[in-house]
């Protein structure tokens, strides 16, 4: 599916463009929200959805006025919080209502920020809807990317992830026929060059000491192991339909370089910039148009040189798991990804070890019998039992 379309002619918005932004409280979507203060002109919140941060959810809906909310949780219908909400929002609650968001006729842009699996719900409703589709939700495309896809538009998929989106970037206006490799970056986590042995005992207060970005707790932990570039090798797979192993992963300590294009005369077109997500998010928010940034620019006379390494496969093994789910197809990803959240999230809690949560994802997508995609039905049921197996074998490990 090929999401570019030709901007040679398009034109100046009408209006600001209308923005759905689930999941607000996290780290993406404050700073999503940086953006859309810095262009009040161009873009308008309508729409925000939280887990189970009413407070947040308020504070948001007051300051820009926004005219839709949802709560995941349920238990909060009683939060006091909720009594501040200005009038004339409508609220909701539940996983349902967070999903309905997507498709309101007062929304342009869906941004989904929402941890995990349950993104793919509203990534679905907001492509079937006919909006424009801006993940930051990588787990989406990982386990039903092949159900998504098939419903994108061109010019209506841009991702959010900084590296997807500067390869997005380094393909507009490119043949796609061209293209021969993509080499995707990562920074090598804080434990670059650390050897199996060494991981062993490592922390998750270590692990979440990332060296260049700021996220949240989940995928920092997700960079540390390296599986956070395996599940955007599947994500740049399903994005721009190429082949797994046509995705390159490189590490880049010091992330200026946020990925690269390789066409087939040997050219390498990459996407350079500050280590800011906003950056990267309005950019999807203002396609095809760029506009001042919130970021601080790089002063390249002065910068840090810029080097390049191998990631350590025998040492980061979540990396091969997730290229071997991608590669395998099927319902595989799905429960290659459930496993990880749930040792991701054990071992921050420190039930499990460092290295466990490769052997964790290991054991359960040997468990898993591989079928194809057919609907987001049957991802929720394999989700669930790759949760249960993984959480039986983090129970093993007490």
């Known amino acids: 599916m090929n999401i570019f379309e030709d901007t040679s002619s398009s034109t100046v918005r009408e209006r600001p463009l209308r923005v759905a932004l689930l999941g607000c409280s996290g780290s993406i979507g404050t700073q999503t929200l940086d953006v859309i203060r810095m262009h009040p002109d161009k873009l308008a919140l309508t729409a925000v959805a939280v887990n189970?941060?009413?407070?947040?959810l308020v504070s948001v809906a007051r300051e820009f006025g926004v005219a839709h909310a949802a709560i995941a949780d349920e238990a909060r219908r009683?939060?006091?919080?909720?009594?501040?909400?200005?009038?004339?929002?409508?609220?909701d609650f539940g996983e349902d209502a967070v999903t309905r968001l997507a498709t309101l006729p007062d929304v342009d842009c869906v941004l989904v920020a929402v941890v995990g699996e349950a993104?793919?719900?509203?990534?679905?409703?907001?492509?079937?809807?006919?909006?424009?589709?801006?993940?930051?939700?990588?787990?989406?495309l990982v386990i039903g990317g092949g159900l998504l896809m098939p419903l994108a538009k061109p010019g209506r998929v841009l991702p959010v992830d900084?590296?997807?989106?500067?390869?997005?970037?380094?393909?507009?206006?490119?043949?796609?026929?061209d293209l021969r490799k993509i080499w995707l970056t990562c920074s090598g986590g804080p434990f670059f060059g650390r050897t199996r042995e060494q991981l062993e005992g490592v922390t998750a207060a270590e692990a979440l000491a990332h060296p260049t970005w700021k996220m949240g707790a989940k995928i920092t932990i997700d960079c540390a192991t390296l599986m956070n570039k395996?599940?955007?090798?599947?994500?740049?797979?399903?994005?721009?339909?190429?082949?797994i192993d046509d995705v390159e992963v490189l590490v880049h300590r010091q992330s200026k370089i946020h990925s690269a294009v390789e066409f087939a005369d040997g050219s390498v077109k990459a996407q350079?910039?500050?280590?800011d997500m906003r950056v990267a998010i309005q950019y999807a928010l203002s396609y095809p148009e760029r506009w001042d940034s919130p970021a601080t620019h790089v002063d390249?006379?002065?910068?840090?040189?810029?080097?390049?390494?191998?990631?350590?496969?025998?040492?980061?093994?979540?990396?091969?798991?997730?290229?071997?789910?991608?590669?395998?197809?099927?319902?595989?990803?799905?429960?290659?990804?459930?496993?990880?959240?749930?040792?991701?999230?054990?071992?921050?809690?420190?039930?499990?070890?460092?290295?466990?949560?490769?052997r964790i994802v290991e054991r359960v997508m040997n468990a898993t019998s591989v079928e194809s995609l057919t609907s987001l039905e049957q991802i929720a049921e394999v989700d669930?039992?790759?949760r249960k197996r993984a959480r039986g074998f983090v129970s093993e490990l007490a």
């Open 78 to 91: 009683n939060d006091p919080a909720l009594a501040e909400l200005p009038q004339g929002c409508e609220l």
């Open 300 to 358: 390249w006379r002065s910068s840090e040189p810029l080097t390049f390494a191998a990631p350590d496969r025998g040492a980061f093994r979540c990396l091969d798991l997730a290229l071997e789910a991608g590669r395998t197809g099927g319902t595989l990803p799905c429960a290659m990804n459930a496993a990880n959240e749930v040792a991701n999230e054990a071992f921050r809690q420190d039930r499990c070890g460092f290295c466990d949560i490769d």
């Open 52 to 56: 189970s941060s009413a407070a947040k």
């Open 230 to 243: 395996g599940l955007e090798v599947i994500e740049a797979h399903h994005l721009f339909d190429v082949a």
């Open 384 to 386: 669930a039992l790759a």
């Open 119 to 140: 993104g793919i719900w509203a990534s679905h409703a907001a492509l079937a809807a006919g909006k424009i589709w801006a993940p930051a939700n990588k787990e989406a």
């Open 272 to 275: 350079l910039g500050p280590s």
């Open 162 to 177: 900084s590296e997807h989106n500067a390869i997005y970037q380094c393909l507009v206006g490119e043949r796609r026929r």
